[in-house]
């Protein structure tokens, strides 16, 4: 060989390639509405397992997000928003992130299942079918109702904790898992409106696009009413309590209040003050869907206590 | 320019290796923490049978 072959080296990836395929940002909500559906659950559950239980819930999270990466690099080179993801960014390979992420999968499932049931861990299967497939695959390139369906991946959690502990499905479950589902469309969609996106020519659907802005503003508020009834109907059953229901019904009131004054605004104006209330809106959802959570635990340690409760 | 042995590169590579072994070291204690658990979970007079038959 007469030629020198010289390697680039400045594209190797760096442990936290690996952990940046795990979505750490979304993970972080995983870990915490599980830890709450766990603790919430009647029955206690020992430290070493509640801790094992999350920890897994949010790897199997974490493992759909890398396949989620690995599915849409060709979007994600497009948009400016993701085209830093070690994927698109040439640190890590479409290979190396699909074998990531369908083994750390399979070690989440198989851990969560000895460590709690067989149930929860069949949950978890489920979630990331239902987050790689249902909606990576199937939903996010093809209908703009694509994050009103995939938002049930990320409202699968709280259910997999509570079931970690009692082995099973209950109305209370059930709610906490429906009020991250209806409380998701709201979330995204103000985002939408003021990340103004490539969306179309990275052959996304989104409602903004599709349907128009002033449509998407009026879907904003439609899922914030549907909200209402979920997230007090959660307070009145055994895992809520007055102090739930008194955040709740603020929370609501104020969160309605902002979809309101999304849908009154022009286009113009908005644009005018760099989406100031759609900017405002969205924060304040995360606000919400915390305060929730926390105001569920907060009913939980007080009845250790033997107050709080119905 | 000196030729030093140690590259960034190399740097990079300690520092993806450290990281996986505290990850396994890390798994490793945790399954470890889990069979103790388990174990004391067990009805102790069902395994004192078990252990005489």
Known sequence: MTDTSVINHDNEASFGDFVALLKPRVMSLVVFTALVGLLVAPAGVHPVIGFSAVLFIALGA????????????????????????????????EGEAFGFGIALSGIAVVMLALATNLFAAGLLAFTIFFYAVVYTMWLKRWTPQNIVIGGAAGAFPPMIGWAAVTGGVSVESILMFALIFVWTPPHFWSLALFMKEDYSSAGVPMLTVTHGRAKTRKHILAYTILLIPVSLGLGLTSIGGPVYLAAAAAMNLWFLKGAFAILRRHEDTAAGDDYATERAFFRFSLIYLFLHFGALLVEASLRSFGLGGW | MPITPEHEIHQRRFGRNLGLGLVLASFVALVFGLTVVKVKMLDPEITAQEVVR
């Open chain 1, 62 to 93: 974490g493992a759909s997000g890398a396949l989620n990466m690995w599915y849409d690099a060709d979007i994600d080179r497009i948009m400016n928003r993701t085209k830093n993801r070690p994927i698109p960014a040439g640190k890590v390979t």
